[in-house]
């Protein structure tokens, strides 16, 4: 704290991103990173990125970007927004879309960085909760508002909402920009970007963090009605007018059109969630049904904290919450095969001893 801070800093509860830990020989299963690396066609555009171009700013629009999620996903490039992870983007949406004088609404169990942004732009919010089995029941979103978010599937559950639901929350709120965070989708659930030109107050924000691989490149991106992107292209233009660097908007267009690796590192994942799923139920757990690439588990005998204090004296992160409702839950994240069984057998030794 300082006298220097304005009021708004002293006001301010940040964000806490799970840890990045500095040594190498930790399995990490704690941040929803990918484990496998990203494209080989994405690794050697970025190298081909670092040239003597580098002097010259980059295109402050991203336009091939844009044009490669435009062609993978049936639209127009006017229809998409890019920014430098889908936090920013993420960022954006809030102060230029969701700041409005009926309060805007999302779960009591979602991402925690929401109500972050509602601190750092001043939006009212509500948080409606989620039922006894931890899903979104739309009609409780029936109700004055200035805007609704959600990630489908939800994080930190997993828990994906069907298109049907989407649908009739939109018709419901024709009024609202309704945004459906999808950082998890190309693990099991069902993209509601076929809706996009039938309902003019979507936006559908993805990320390629987690299924492409590329947490450390920072690339996000919105995708709706040509209104809603001017209104983002409007802040972003008040703020950063270049958010991504060379190396970013190639690695990231090669990593769009390498459909073929995407595909296949995706149903890898799943597989082993599936795996997972089935080892943590036969070991006690009761783990919710997950469409994303982490498993959210409890056991009704052990504290959560406790295994998760336990796992990492054995080089194993996983990511504990301290909220409630879900204080007693686990969320891992899905590695590879081999990373999964050793998780497996570190928490078989740890619940054995306990017992
Ligand atoms: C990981 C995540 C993001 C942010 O992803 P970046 O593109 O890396 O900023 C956004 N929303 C949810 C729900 C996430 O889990």
Known sequence: ???????????????????????????????????????????????????????????????????????????????????????????????????????????????????????????????????????????????????????????????????????????????????IDEAYIDFGGVSAVPLINTYPNLLVVQTLSKSRSLAGLRVGFAMGHPDLIQALVRVKDSFNSYPLGKPATQGATAAINDKTYFLDICARIIATREKLTLQLEELGFEVLPSQANFVFAQHPKHRALTLAQALRDNHIIVRHFKAARIDNYLRITVGTDAESEQFIQSLTDIISSMA
Not at 52 to 58: A, H, I, N, S
Not at 77 to 97: C, P, R, T
Not at 145 to 174: C, K
């Open 1 to 179: 704290m300082s006298q220097y801070w304005s009021k708004l800093v002293h006001s301010l509860t940040p964000y806490v991103p799970g840890e990045q830990p500095k040594s190498k020989n930790m399995i990490k299963l704690n941040t929803n990173e990918n484990p496998y690396p990203p494209s080989p066609k994405s690794l050697q555009a970025i190298h081909e990125a670092a040239n003597e171009g580098l002097r010259l700013y980059p295109d402050p629009n991203s336009d091939l970007l844009k044009q490669s999620i435009a062609h993978y996903y049936t639209l127009e490039a006017k229809q998409i927004f890019v920014g430098n992870g889908s936090d920013e983007v993420l960022a954006h949406i809030f102060q230029a879309l969701l700041k409005h004088d009926a309060p805007l609404l999302f779960p009591d169990i979602s991402y925690s960085f929401y109500p972050v942004y509602c601190g750092l732009y001043g939006i009212d919010y509500k948080n409606i909760p989620l039922n006894n089995n931890f899903e979104i029941d739309i009609n409780d979103y029936n109700q004055a508002n200035g805007g609704i978010i959600f990630p489908n599937p939800n994080a930190p559950t997993g828990i994906g909402l069907a298109l049907e639901s989407i649908e009739i929350l939109l018709q419901q709120n024709p009024s609202s920009v309704v945004v």
